[in-house]
C-alpha cells in the first residue's frame, strides 16, 4: 500500500486531534456507528490473536441507573471508602517527570473552570461528572477475563486507543475513564459481568459540547527528541 498525502492526513487528523474531553451533547449515536467503531477496533493487534477484549455498552436507563448507583456511593464518604481499584493504575511513588505532568493537567483544568485549589466540594462535584459519562450518551465498559496476564493488558490498550481513533473519524469525541475501576463491584453487578471478568476501565462516547470550556483544554506531549534515543 502507498498511500497518498490525503490518505495520510486523515489518519494522522484522527490521531492527533483525539482528546479526553469532558463535556457531551445529549445527541444520541446510533447502534450501528457504535458497532462500527468497535469492528474497525478489533483489528488491533494481540499476541497469538487471544482478543483478550469485552466491551459493554450502556445507553439510555442502563447507562443512567449505574450513573446513579456509582455517584450515591462516590458521594458517601463511607461507602466510598468501602470500594477500592482491583489493580494499580498509578504508581504508589510518583516521581518527576510525571508527577509533574499530573500535576499540570489538574491544575490547567480547574483553572479553565474557575477551581481554586482550595475549593475542595467544587472537585469532588468536577471528579462526580466521571461517574455520569460527563453527560454523553454512550458509557462504555470494557473488562477482561482474570487468566489473562500483563502482555493481554497492553493488547488491551491498543484496542481502546483503536476505539477512540475510529470514533474521531466519524467525528465523535471519547474520555477513557480509569475512574470507573474504583467502583467495579457495583460495575460488575449491574452490567452482569461474570466473576472471571475484571473491569479495565469505562469511556465516554458522543458528540462534544462546543460551548464547554474544559473542552478548550489541549494537553502538552513531549517532543520526540524528549523520548527517543536513535542508534545507528
Same mark, same amino acid.
Given at each position: 500500500?502507498?498511500?497518498s #498525502?490525503?490518505? =495520510?492526513?486523515?489518519? /494522522?487528523?484522527? !490521531?492527533?486531534?483525539?482528546?479526553?474531553?469532558?463535556?457531551?451533547?445529549?445527541?444520541?449515536?446510533?447502534?450501528?456507528? !457504535?458497532?462500527?467503531?468497535?469492528?474497525?477496533?478489533?483489528r488491533?493487534?494481540?499476541?497469538?490473536?487471544?482478543?483478550?477484549?469485552?466491551?459493554?455498552?450502556?445507553? &439510555?436507563? @442502563?447507562?443512567?441507573?449505574?450513573?446513579?448507583?456509582?455517584?450515591?456511593?462516590?458521594? /458517601?464518604?463511607?461507602? %466510598?471508602?468501602?470500594?477500592?481499584?482491583?489493580?494499580?493504575?498509578?504508581p504508589?511513588?510518583?516521581?518527576? #517527570?510525571? !508527577?509533574?505532568?499530573?500535576?499540570?493537567?489538574?491544575? /490547567?483544568?480547574?483553572?479553565?473552570? &474557575? =477551581?481554586?485549589?482550595? /475549593?475542595?466540594?467544587?472537585?469532588?462535584?468536577?471528579?462526580?461528572?466521571?461517574?455520569? $459519562? $460527563?453527560?454523553? *450518551?454512550?458509557?462504555? =465498559?470494557?473488562? !477482561?477475563?482474570?487468566?489473562?496476564?500483563?502482555?493481554?493488558?497492553?493488547?488491551? &490498550?491498543?484496542?481502546l486507543?483503536?476505539?477512540?481513533?475510529?470514533?474521531?473519524?466519524? &467525528?465523535?469525541?471519547?474520555?477513557?475513564?480509569?475512574? $470507573?475501576?474504583?467502583?467495579?463491584?457495583?460495575?460488575?453487578?449491574? =452490567?452482569?459481568? *461474570?466473576?472471571?471478568?475484571?473491569?479495565v476501565?469505562?469511556?465516554?462516547?458522543?458528540h462534544?459540547?462546543p460551548? @464547554?470550556?474544559?473542552?478548550?483544554?489541549?494537553?502538552?506531549?513531549?517532543?520526540?527528541?524528549? $523520548?527517543? %534515543?536513535?542508534?545507528?
Amino acid at each position: 500500500m502507498n498511500p497518498s #498525502p490525503e490518505q =495520510i492526513a486523515l489518519v /494522522d487528523a484522527a !490521531i492527533t486531534s483525539r482528546r479526553s474531553l469532558r463535556a457531551f451533547l445529549p445527541t444520541p449515536v446510533p447502534r450501528e456507528t !457504535i458497532e462500527d467503531i468497535l469492528a474497525v477496533a478489533a483489528r488491533a493487534p494481540s499476541g497469538t490473536n487471544t482478543q483478550p477484549w469485552k466491551v459493554y455498552v450502556l445507553t &439510555g436507563r @442502563a447507562k443512567d441507573e449505574l450513573a446513579r448507583q456509582v455517584t450515591s456511593a462516590y458521594d /458517601d464518604p463511607a461507602e %466510598r471508602a468501602a470500594h477500592v481499584e482491583e489493580y494499580a493504575y498509578y504508581p504508589t511513588e510518583w516521581r518527576s #517527570p510525571f !508527577i509533574d505532568r499530573r500535576r499540570k493537567v489538574g491544575w /490547567d483544568l480547574y483553572s479553565l473552570l &474557575g =477551581i481554586a485549589k482550595t /475549593d475542595k466540594a467544587r472537585m469532588h462535584a468536577q471528579h462526580r461528572r466521571n461517574y455520569e $459519562f $460527563f453527560g454523553a *450518551p454512550v458509557g462504555l =465498559i470494557f473488562t !477482561i477475563d482474570r487468566v489473562m496476564r500483563q502482555g493481554s493488558w497492553l493488547d488491551y &490498550g491498543m484496542f481502546l486507543q483503536n476505539v477512540m481513533v475510529a470514533a474521531r473519524a466519524r &467525528g465523535l469525541d471519547t474520555c477513557p475513564q480509569a475512574a $470507573f475501576t474504583q467502583f467495579h463491584r457495583i460495575i460488575s453487578a449491574h =452490567i452482569g459481568a *461474570p466473576e472471571n471478568e475484571q473491569v479495565v476501565c469505562g469511556m465516554s462516547l458522543g458528540h462534544a459540547d462546543p460551548a @464547554a470550556v474544559e473542552n478548550t483544554l489541549v494537553t502538552e506531549r513531549e517532543p520526540v527528541g524528549g $523520548f527517543t %534515543r536513535f542508534l545507528d
